[in-house]
């Protein structure tokens, strides 16, 4: 059972850590933000990821609260990273059949392994290499790893075991707290030199000795990583057609591990009839997401209590048949939900929504303005994304 305790499920928790880290997201980050110390230890970076991936917490309010302490040139580093999150949602989600690709590809690589044993091994931190074993081991006891172990991870997993590549992005799927389709999947495919293509990432003894204090600093590791090739991606399409904004008359509001602070995104609580948020274990990929998004829920319920016009409940299964339940029970024909990017939330809104058709009711799906303003511009790599950050940041603030 992961270690619950590092990442308490709930908003004021969120916001404790932000406002803790706030004063160090400058230089102290900047400068410190590759180490990594090792479990329990602490550490420069904000350990906020599982808060924005559920959107317990905005990618906004962490933003606006660094820049407001820090400064836009101070806070440059941190705010990179926080917008390489927002990158990478909207680049798979102008490119869905990206995702589609994984899983048929995780799925491929499953079923023609040549020696189950060695991935076994590695799963469970039994390969001999210093570091990764420690690391394999870290995460099944935390759910967490330092975003540099995960690249040193994904990087001997790919070029020293030989493992197949998408066979471990779903071990990091079902083992994080955190566990995100865009940020995942595509960092895999970029330290296998897939996403942008023949641009690999080379895990080293020297970087690995000097990033952890002389932790690790393990032998035998790949001198060369060579990319791996599949063919390339569509082109980015259009933002999805599907969103739209919510009503103002009464409707069901529904919150999803996807968007646990609907408030936040331009859906006011105080117009829905009733709520409904979601435990439905299915969407998330393994125990510590699991473990985390129903705290999250729960905690989601509670800070939509009294908020809105009826009573909030917590629903098991995220199904047409639950939802048409819930909206005849709150008379409305109308559903509103935080947009849910490519991933499993998303699949089963869409199977959702032809159940409600049915019944003749409506499902909509609100996109926040931070994906709307800026998920166009994640059309190419990331540093053509970056260049635009100051534009679209001042744009949002100016509002």
Same mark, same amino acid.
């Given at each position: 059972m992961p270690d619950s305790g590092m990442f308490p499920p709930t908003r004021q928790a969120a916001l404790e850590r932000l406002a803790g880290f706030v004063p160090a997201a400058g230089? =102290?980050? =900047?400068?410190?933000?590759?180490?990594? $110390?090792?479990?329990? *230890?602490?550490?420069? #970076?904000?350990?906020?990821?599982?808060?924005?991936?559920?959107? #317990?917490?905005?990618?906004?309010?962490? #933003?606006? @609260?660094? +820049?407001?302490?820090? %400064? $836009?040139?101070?806070?440059?580093?941190?705010?990179q990273e926080v917008l390489w999150r927002t990158?990478?949602? %909207?680049?798979?989600?102008?490119?869905?059949?990206?995702?589609?690709?994984? +899983? *048929?590809?995780?799925?491929?690589?499953?079923? %023609? +392994?040549?020696?189950?044993?060695?991935l076994a091994d590695a799963e469970a931190g039994r390969t001999g290499i210093e570091g990764f074993d420690d690391w394999a081991r870290e995460l099944a006891q935390t759910g967490y790893l330092h975003n540099h172990a995960r690249m040193w991870f994904a990087s001997i997993w790919i070029f020293t075991l030989r493992l197949p590549w998408a066979l471990g992005a779903d071990l990091f799927l079902r083992r994080l707290v955190d566990a995100d389709p865009a940020s995942n999947t595509l960092s895999w495919r970029w330290v296998a030199g897939l996403q942008t293509p023949g641009k690999t990432y080379l895990a080293t003894r020297e970087n690995i000795a000097r990033f952890t204090g002389g932790r690790f600093a393990p032998s035998g590791l790949a001198t060369e990583a060579s990319a791996l090739f599949e063919p390339a991606p569509e082109p980015p399409a259009g933002l999805p057609s599907v969103a739209g904004a919510a009503p103002p008359g009464p409707f069901l509001l529904l919150a999803t591990p996807e968007d646990l602070?609907?408030?936040?995104?331009?859906?006011?609580?105080?117009?829905? @009839?009733? =709520? #409904?948020?979601?435990?439905?274990?299915? +969407?998330?990929?393994? *125990? =510590? @997401?699991?473990?985390?998004? @129903?705290?999250?829920a729960m905690d989601a319920a509670d800070r939509l209590a009294g908020r809105v016009g009826g009573p909030v409940t917590l629903l098991d299964h995220l199904d047409a048949g639950s939802l048409v339940a819930a909206a005849q029970a709150a008379q409305v024909r109308t559903l509103v939900t935080p947009y849910a990017p490519v991933g499993p939330t998303a699949d089963a809104l869409a199977q959702a929504a032809q159940g409600l058709e049915a019944e003749g009711l409506r499902l909509v799906q609100v996109l926040r303005d931070w994906d709307s303003r800026l998920w166009p511009h994640a059309t190419a790599g990331f540093f053509a994304f970056r260049k635009q950050i100051p534009a679209l940041l001042q744009q949002g603030r100016s509002r």
């Open positions: 230089r =102290a980050y =900047a400068e410190g933000r590759n180490l990594d $110390p090792g479990p329990g *230890e602490p550490g420069a #970076v904000s350990r906020l990821s599982p808060y924005l991936r559920h959107r #317990v917490i905005s990618e906004a309010e962490v #933003v606006d @609260a660094v +820049l407001e302490a820090q %400064g $836009p040139a101070s806070a440059d580093k941190f705010i990158y990478w949602k %909207g680049w798979l989600e102008m490119r869905p059949s990206t995702w589609s690709r994984f +899983l *048929e590809t995780r799925d491929r690589q499953r079923d %023609g +392994l040549a020696d189950p044993q060695a602070t609907p408030d936040l995104g331009g859906i006011d609580p105080a117009r829905a @009839a009733a =709520a #409904v948020v979601t435990l439905d274990s299915r +969407l998330s990929f393994g *125990e =510590a @997401a699991r473990g985390f998004t @129903a705290g999250a």
